[in-house]
């Protein structure tokens, strides 16, 4: 796993993500049906954005979400590369506490449907930007 040296740097990545989501015709189609706002926090960067999920179709940004948000997340980068880069998983990283939620546990966890189509978008993306 690796993190990254500062947030400038994670935000290249983050904000491609964030582009490359909506395109994605697995992640369209498999987040029918819900509705759920995720606000991550890197911990170690000082680093804020956010993902809203709803209905098949998406939207997100850097910064803190825009409203009352349904999960947060707070890990640093090296947790959050671990985690999307398929060599963390998130259940383990909460249990080690390297994980910290609060909100809507249930919202969360049907995010795991979606984890490998966005796995591989964040690879993408991280790929893109190196």
């Known amino acids: 796993m690796a993190g990254y040296e500062s947030a400038a740097e994670m935000e290249k990545v983050i904000a491609r993500w964030i582009e490359l989501i909506p395109e994605d015709d ?3 189609e498999g987040s029918e049906g819900y509705d759920v706002s995720v606000e991550f926090e890197i911990e170690d960067l000082d680093f804020f954005f956010h993902i809203h999920f709803q209905d098949r179709s998406f939207a997100g940004g850097i ?17 959050f590369d671990g ?13 080690s506490g390297d994980l910290a939620f609060a909100g809507d546990v249930s919202a969360a966890m049907g995010l795991q449907s979606l984890q490998d189509d966005l796995n591989r978008i964040y690879l993408a993306a991280r790929g893109e930007s190196a």
Request: net charge negative; aromatic share 6%; proline share 3%.
């Open 83 to 95: 985690m999307f880069s398929g060599e963390l998983d998130a259940t383990t990283a909460a249990m």
């Open 63 to 79: 910064g803190k979400f825009p409203g009352e948000v349904m999960v947060e997340l707070c890990m640093s980068s090296e947790v």
């Open 26 to 28: 697995a992640v369209s």
